[in-house]
């Protein structure tokens, strides 16, 4: 029904606008690693920015240690439905000693690049 699109549309607009000028929305949107420790390791590329930026990422993953080496990467288009998303998650098996290397480059539409790094020896 086309009232009921057009008043999601006023509403996600409002909502956005509200956290746009409560300070929850970078003016500039940012990218991120957001990593969690564990067994495994997981990678999680995150950008915010307002609702319809877009843009492109890679994601790669990178470990190296006893048991050798391993990469992983990922990315594509992006445009954001909502002010904060997880694009895509990574995750790889570790042991003591191993030593991960992460990086994230969003191309955004604009022509700006964001990049995060991440390095870290397994302890």
């Not at 995150?46 to 930026?53: A, I, L, N």
Request: proline share 3%; no cysteine; hydrophobic share 40%.
């Amino acid at each position: 029904d086309r009232a009921a699109m057009s008043a999601g549309a006023v509403l996600a607009a409002i909502l956005g606008g509200l956290a746009f000028g409560l300070g929850l929305v970078p003016s500039d949107p940012t990218a991120r690693i957001e990593v969690t420790r564990g067994p495994s390791y997981e990678a999680a590329a995150v950008v915010e920015g307002e609702v319809g930026t877009s843009g492109t990422y890679t994601l790669v993953v990178d470990r190296e240690g006893r048991s050798g080496r391993s990469r992983s990467q990922q990315g594509g288009a992006f445009s954001l439905s909502s002010p904060i998303e997880t694009l895509s998650i990574s995750r790889v098996g570790v042991s003591h000693g191993d030593v991960l290397r992460m990086e994230l480059v969003v191309e955004w539409a604009d022509g700006s690049t964001d990049t995060d790094t991440f390095s870290e020896t397994v302890e």
